[in-house]
């Protein structure tokens, strides 16, 4: 029998139960209160007291409202129909909700168990398989969506029936497993899954070596982002982050996009809501939308289904993978996770770590990031997980428990700058103190070797370079005035401005340059490394900040036009003969 | 919040703190109001039979036999249309001097609108201020702080935005307004014409401080019930925001909170983010847009109050005294509407945004030419019409005082560009450079 119990105290969303039974930690309880069940999670277990976190308003409940427990974990549903499907952080289809206000307790199905999907089977009858493998496949939209025995199988069975190619109710029986012990199991198209679980069943985990083309030239050209690669977004409010991730999120070469808003602005989510479903995906020419999960809790929703939220998202992420598809996981903000923790941490009266965090938050924020990555499944097809978290660090100060425990979790750096937003160069990555480990991988070298250019990851560090010294000439101006330095010193100062203003910098509201695909990307970066290392004649610094102006300008003219179009060869043009001018022989 | 018949009255309270008490009690509701000793409060926590009661207007003079009685509902407001035109306190009651209102009666802090159900915003709110119209502008449905230090004219500007908005109904939330500041509210609005669209909800210097709690939400839920019952526009002014938090510190401290940044509450993102998250655009027509006040302490933006707010709201405007016009002008540089796109060349004329990053641009030149003229350096000539172009561009547009239409706006900006530069400086797409330039 389920264990039940009675409320006997309520602080906030923290509530504490008197159970009768055994209770697990994280295990799932429905709290009654009227008509309304309130779902909570078990976070402490004190004797025969159970500490349980809330998912919805606590307003009302009292001593004595009895309690029941589920006795599983928090588990999402897995299965076909998940696509383009607005859920909150808890996977509660927000489209199937009744009424303009959220209403408490209101729990609404993930998939629609009694739809029909056209199935077609992968595997016969005697074959022996394991968990994660596939049984069938069925057209989810555009995607190969595979019905996979299900993650929780333990050992090798062999399949004693599974169904002819037809249509079948996603909640119907597909197969029929047999364990060496004799055991049969039905398998439909669905299956329950804990999120605070990863997703195993894959063969191998290997190093990221490819490159996740972003379609952001500051990302793809100066710090690249691998497929399966981790990466994070540090930055003051109005920096960008926001526009940034949608940026990703529209032109990110993956097939499939799951986005976490966690905690955030709920106009964020709307304009999502509202732009996808009309903005075509260049990859598929289908729309945004169809390749795309959104979980949802934004700021003003309950604070302990924020952290479910991430791990929700992760979760279905996985799934997609074990499939063989590419993944772009985003999460906007990790921040926010954080906070809800602290929140229950210190209603719990827990001894608080740095900035009253609690002293897990690392360890928590790493175990999350490692989840992510290429993996190779064992029929020899692979899927990957590229992850993205915003961070918003207080008072945009990187010293901060969040942004340090994610920097030991990531390996790519965007650090969002001030002072770049603030002179409106956006996106604002800063590129000197931004960073991508996989720069350093040497199988990405050979990847960008290979698929880009001969030499490229050497022709990326002198950009970087360029700016560096560029900043240094700056300083160096600021400090002794303009007739203080060399003229060369206007000259390297000017050079590191066109790399910014024609590579770094990126309209992400204009229809051309939005999104920059790497061969454009290579053909913009030969062209500044040409102009950048030649040298011109000017007879005063007077003359080369206004020159240097009229050549920016130009580049910028080419951003904007169709590649390769009449425009665009025409700004180039201009562009060398204005070149050829000061060019020194 | 008045007490029925037939009630248990509770007579032995256990402790006593400056902003809480705790007696035993049975059957009581979380969130649930009271009244102590015939003082409003509100059940906080409850631990078996234990209930901690936070007494808004403070625990001075309650003794321990005080009398204690449970409503046995949560903090409610009335809302209607006879709300409109009158003043209350943070329960609700008149200090106008008029009569008790009558009208439904809604818990207050109610649910959040499910966010599919929300319409994207894009209708744009003119207030006739280039420094927000041109550059940061707004749209109904948002939510904006000013971020200004105490010597600033916020309250001015926020009523000069409120009464040039044309909203349906103006509701105003005073949380620690001085008397003056109240008063100011009050004439300006009756002088205006404008008495018969406000409401307003305040809790000034004089009333306890704990008491602000209730102020936003009881503005809110009245404007939520203009928004869906009556589909109006309506625009909620919130003043001051940082003395709010202030509250919430008392409260959290009095509960033996563990403090976090700046000894605020580490609730205090979701406290914020469930008061500036009521801003919403329904489908059918009715809105709520949020302008508040975030006072600085020196303007620093990192103190935990601006820094959660920045990340909730839909950007901030900074006020700021330019001296080389002797006006105080919004900040260009450190403002922002994050929700400008979505009107920007959509509801305005298609070259805004290009005059906007254009003239900005122009203008963070001119502050760098500002810099080496402080440094004693030598000014080129571009250095002094940077110069010349900021000054115009401070006292055409930026500053406070200016009112007109947006067209204008950016007849004006393209004038000056004209005026100081040549087409190359100014970097605008050819396309709409063969439009608008108006110089040689």
Known sequence: MATTGKVTGIVSNLVTVEVDGPVGQ???????????????????????????????????LSVGCPVEFAGHMLEVTLGPGMLSRNYDGLQNDLDAMTGVFLKRGEYTPALDPDRKWHFVPLAKVGDKVRCADWLGSVKEGWIDHKIMVPFDY???????????????????????????QGNSRSVSMTMKWAVKREIRGYRSKPRPFKVMETGVRTIDTLNPIAEGGTGFIPGP????????????????????????????????????????????????????????????????????????????????????????????LLADSTSRWAQALREMSNRMEELPGPDAFPMDLSAV????????????????????ITFIGTVSPAGGNLKEPVTESTQKAARCFYALSQARADSKRYPAVDPIDSYSKYLEYPEVIRWFDENVEPGWVDKVLKMKDLLLRGKEAKDQI???????????????????????????????????????PMGRQRYMVDLVLEICDAEYRFDGFEEVGGWFRKLINLMRQMNYQLFDSDKFKAAEADLRSLVAERRAV | MRTRAFQKIYTRIDNITKATCTLRAEGVANDEMAFVDGRPAQVVKIAGDRVTL????????????????????????????????????????????????????????????????????????????????????????????????????????????????????????????????????????????????????????????????????????????????????????????????????????????????????????????????????????????????????????????????????????????????????????????????????????????????????LYADAANAKTKLENGFELTDYDRRALGFAKDYSAALLAIDVNIGVEKMLDTGWELFGRYFSKDEVGVKQELMTRYWKGE
Not at chain 2, 120 to 138: K, R
Not at chain 2, 235 to 245: G, H, I, K, N, R
Not at chain 2, 306 to 332: C, F, H, M, S, W
């Open chain 1, 26 to 60: 994280n295990e799932i309880c429905y709290i009654s209160l009227g008509e309304d069940r309130l779902m909570a999670e078990v976070i402490k277990v004190t004797g025969k007291l159970a500490s349980v976190q809330v998912f919805e308003s606590t307003r009302g």
């Open chain 1, 154 to 180: 333990e050992g090798e069975g062999t399949i004693e029936k599974i169904a002819a190619e037809g249509d079948y109710p996603a909640s119907g029986e597909i197969a029929v497993l047999r364990d060496a």
């Open chain 1, 237 to 328: 409010f109005g920096c960008g982050k926001t526009v940034l991730q949608h940026a990703l999120a529209k032109n990110a070469g993956a097939d499939l996009i799951v986005m976490v808003a966690c905690g955030e602005r709920a106009n964020e989510v709307v304009e999502i809501f509202t732009e996808f479903p009309e903005l075509d995906d260049p990859r598929t020419g289908r729309k945004l939308m169809e390749r795309t999960i959104i979980v949802c809790n934004t700021s003003n929703m309950p604070v302990a289904s924020r952290e479910a939220s991430v791990y929700t998202g992760m979760t279905l992420a996985e799934y997609y993978r074990m499939m063989g598809l590419k993944v772009l």
């Open chain 1, 365 to 384: 924020v790493s175990q999350f990031y490692s989840r992510a990555g290429y993996v190779e499944l064992r029929n020899g097809a692979s899927g990957s």
């Open chain 1, 478 to 516: 600021n400090i002794l005035g303009d007739d203080g330095v060399p003229v060369e010193y206007h000259v390297a100062a000017n050079k590191a401005e066109v790399v910014d203003f024609v590579v770094l910098q990126q309209d992400a509201f204009d229809e051309v340059d939005a999104s920059c």
């Open chain 2, 54 to 361: 936070q007494v808004f207007p403070g625990t001075g003079g309650i003794s321990t036999d005080s009398e204690v009685v449970f409503t046995g509902a949560p903090p409610t407001v009335k809302v209607g249309d006879a709300l409109k035109g009158r003043f209350f306190d943070a329960y609700g009651h008149p200090i106008d001097g008029g009569p008790e209102v009558d009208g439904e009666v809604r818990e207050i802090g109610g649910p959040s609108v499910n966010p599919v159900r929300r319409k994207q915003p894009s209708e744009l709110i003119a207030t006739g201020i280039a420094g927000i119209d041109l550059n940061n502008t707004l749209v109904t449905g948002q939510k904006i702080p000013f971020f200004a230090d105490a010597d600033q004219p916020y309250n001015q500007v926020m009523a000069t935005v409120a009464l040039r908005a044309q909203a349906d109904v103006i509701v105003l939330g005073g949380m620690g307004m001085s008397n003056d500041d109240y008063l100011y509210y009050r004439n300006l609005f009756e002088s205006a014409g404008a008495s018969d669209r406000i409401v307003a909800f305040m809790n000034t210097t004089e009333n306890p401080p704990v008491e602000r709690l209730l102020v936003p939400d009881m503005c809110l839920t009245a404007a939520e019930w203009f928004a869906t019952e009556q589909k109006k526009k309506v625009l909620v002014l919130l003043s001051d925001m940082t003395l709010y938090a202030d509250a919430l510190s008392i409260v959290s401290n009095r509960m033996d909170q563990i403090p976090s940044k700046d000894s605020m509450p580490g609730s205090l993102y979701s406290d914020l983010a469930k008061i500036y998250e009521k801003a919403v655009q329904f489908p059918d027509g009715g809105s709520i847009t949020i302008i508040a006040v975030t006072t600085l302490s020196g303007g620093d933006i990192t103190h935990a109050v601006p820094d959660n707010t920045g990340y909730i709201t839909e950007g901030q405007l900074y006020l700021r005294r330019d001296t080389d016009i002797a006006k105080v002008i919004i900040d260009p540089f450190r403002s922002l509407s994050r929700l400008k796109q979505l009107v920007i060349g959509k509801k305005t004329r298609e070259d805004h945004a290009a005059v906007m990053n254009a003239a900005i641009r």
